[in-house]
């Protein structure tokens, strides 16, 4: 029996894409109970086959079900199952006081005449209804990611949300840009207490005062104009900051595989890039950016020239664009090699050299292939990464969970840098706040051995300039 113990108090009606999405999402209310109509049971029961990862996901759902449902009798089932993980879930970090409702009996609610029929969810919004009727007293919330089922739920006088939990920010413009510009009275106001050094031809500084508090490590900070000052967050204390000036990759004097940067933010992504100490890198940032060259040619150059890495490992998420064309003929590789245009486009720029004629540049491609492999992410798990330079392509079509998969893979000595841009996002589901490039952003921002940036300035020509601004 469904009752109201406290105002606030609610009852939330999952839809089956919640747990397809998140498994853990039964656990994610708190003090408010759940509800889990026969129909969800059913579309999970119909989606458990397979090894994709709405598969198995419904799986781990029914694994969490079934150890809930341990010892449970059937008075305790009408009364409701106390949601308790017993340890279930790392992440959560208190046992939730909420309790997992059944359908266990026909619900009796007359759907409007334009929704007739025994869809699925119908028979969701028929549920909601009953519940609402039946139960006065109880703020009835639908939850669902299915955008036109909230839309028929409002329609019908239904409140219904969509799924919170997996979002990262509210808003993605609240994402870490990794970049701060600093007033231009910076040095005037910290000069009282301003300590300066030169380290192995470095210049390094250390800034008291109110404003480091907001910076984080291995941030870019900067001062616009002809006399400019750029340096990166190398620590920071309690009221005092340590920075370090950025090394200029614009000029002939420091290239990266022949490579120079064109503006502010390509400069702070090489000085990352090329930093032993930095383990991450994600770079962010709209097409023609740069996000994949520069990547490349700060690998090649650590792989070759340095010898810091053993070689570059390229993947990407394989979500088609338009119309699936079927199933690729080849190896592993070969399969793949369709899916990165853009690693073999960046290879043409980079290898682009009329020393040697075509013999040079067939003896540079076969180096290349031996240093360069492409991998599927279908086979990345429990696999471990030593000495690698790799490069997650188009990282904003994961989830956090995926995405968590694929970062952990990393062995000691390897450097991970993810690339994307969270406004093409094409996997289902997934939305700018709840990426899992997103959500990697966000939760590598604070460690010390990770960096980040917003590329904004597109470098690829004129016309995709303008084709961006405008189209």
Not at 99 to 117: E, M, N, S, W
Not at 318 to 328: A, C, Q, S
């Amino acid at each position: 029996m469904i009752q109201a113990d406290t105002a606030a108090k609610r009852l939330f009606i999952l839809d089956t894409n919640v747990l397809m999405h998140d498994p853990t999402s039964l656990f994610r209310f708190k003090e408010h109970d759940v509800y889990l109509p026969m129909v969800v049971l059913e579309e999970m029961d119909a989606g458990k086959k397979g090894v994709s990862e709405v598969a198995r996901n419904v799986r781990q759902v029914s694994r969490f079900l079934d150890e809930l449902m341990r010892d449970i009798t059937t008075e305790q089932i009408e009364q409701g199952i106390p949601l308790v993980t017993r340890g279930l879930i790392e992440d959560l970090q208190q046992e939730q006081s909420g309790r997992l409702f059944f359908q266990t009996h026909t619900l009796k609610a007359a759907l409007p005449d334009v929704l007739p029929g025994n869809r699925p969810d119908n028979s969701i919004l028929a549920t909601a209804l009953a519940l609402q009727n039946e139960h006065p007293d109880v703020t009835v919330t639908l939850v669902s990611k299915d955008i036109n089922l909230r839309i028929k739920a409002a329609v019908l006088g239904i409140h219904a949300e969509d799924y919170f939990n997996d979002q990262v920010l509210e808003d993605v413009n609240l994402l870490y840009p990794g970049l701060t510009e600093l007033p231009e009275d910076f040095w005037q106001a910290h000069s009282d207490t301003l300590e300066s050094w030169q380290k192995d031809g470095r210049n390094y500084y250390r800034v008291h005062g109110p404003l480091v508090e907001s910076w984080n490590i291995n941030e870019c900070v900067y001062i616009p104009g002809d006399q400019g000052f750029e340096a990166l967050v190398r620590d920071v204390g309690h009221d005092s900051a340590i920075l370090e000036t950025a090394i200029d990759y614009r000029g002939s004097r420091h290239t990266v595989w022949g490579i120079s940067a064109r503006n502010r933010e390509q400069n702070f992504a090489l000085n990352l890039l090329m930093d032993p100490e930095v383990d991450f890198v994600s770079l962010v940032g709209t097409a023609g950016t740069g996000k994949t060259l520069l990547a490349l040619a700060a690998g090649l150059t650590q792989t070759l020239e340095e010898n810091r890495y053993k070689e570059i490992i390229m993947t990407r998420v394989t979500v088609p664009v338009g119309e699936d064309i079927g199933f690729l003929p080849g190896t592993e590789e070969e399969k793949m090699t369709p899916w990165m245009g853009a690693l073999m486009d960046n290879l043409e720029v980079l290898t682009r050299s009329d020393v040697g004629g075509d013999w040079g540049r067939a003896a540079t491609n076969d180096l290349l292939s031996n240093r360069i492999k492409i991998r599927s992410m279908n086979f990345m798990r429990g696999r471990t990464f030593l000495n690698k330079y790799l490069i997650l392509d188009e990282a904003q079509n994961l989830t956090p969970k995926q995405m968590k998969t694929l970062v952990t893979r990393a062995g000691p000595g390897t450097k991970v840098i993810c690339l994307g841009n969270v406004a093409q996002i094409d996997t289902p589901y997934i939305t700018e706040t709840s990426s899992g490039l997103t959500y990697v952003v966000d939760r590598f921002k604070n460690w010390a051995h990770s960096g980040h940036i917003i590329l904004t300035r597109g470098e690829r020509s004129r016309l995709a300039d303008y084709a961006s601004d405008t189209l």
